[in-house]
């Protein structure tokens, strides 16, 4: 059984489709990237899996459990969690401090609010940095931070949109092994536009177009599908 699948879903801005009846399943243990041109309807189509803006049609489970109607915390407690294509944390607070307000807003309860943080950060290679302040800290290591935050809410399924995003190139080396890392306790589910990252970190990928699935199967199969090349990766 899939451990998160949706079901024709759909949601539909006026007149634009931005999601129009999209399958999908994300098994346990892999890394699935969710690729497709700027506009094709990744960001919506994840909104949808995280609860943050409402399904118009079709069904979403997580574990065997229908969530699509369930709010974006009750999800986060099922164990589904996000980190945002923009980066989003609270710069006025201490690297620990954002990583303990995730700590209480997952699954886990606080009686052991420190070593559950210091275990996060430990995951991100950001140990030693619980005292600094987060707005101080390089861009890369805010989208580390980020993901350090979503880890901390015990995630069965991470979703990360755009991680490896003004990332340097050694830093994008370091993101791919720590995604590597969370294998198979946590499900990957990368949205990213870097096309190296995809192929070299993706089980299985699926294609975005207009609102529809393009095309799905193994990096190999996408890499030679024609029509993905002329939709995307470039003919």
Sequence with gaps: MSLLSARSLTRHFGGLKAVDGVDFDLEPGEIHALIGPNGAGKTTFVSLLSGRI??????????????????????????????????????????????????????????????????ALARVGMA????????????GHQRLLEVAMGL???????????????????????????VRSLLPQVSVLLIEHNMEVVMDLATRITVLNFGQVLARGTPAEIRADRAVQEAYLGA
Excluded at 62 to 84: K, Q
Excluded at 102 to 116: D, E, F, I, K, Y
């Design 54 to 119: 409402p399904v118009q049609s079709g069904t979403i489970t997580l574990g065997g459990e229908v969530i699509t109607r369930l709010p974006a915390h009750a999800r986060v407690r099922r164990g589904l969690a996000y980190t945002f294509q923009i980066t989003s944390v609270f710069p006025g607070l201490s690297v620990f401090d954002n990583v303990a307000l995730a700590v209480q807003g997952g699954t886990r309860t606080a009686r052991n609010l420190p070593a559950a943080v210091d275990a």
């Design 128 to 139: 030693g940095m619980a005292a600094e302040m987060a707005g101080t800290l390089s861009y």
């Design 152 to 178: 901390a809410l015990a995630p069965r399924v991470l979703i990360l949109d755009e991680p490896t995003q003004g990332l340097a190139a050694g830093e994008i080396e370091g993101f791919k092994t720590l």
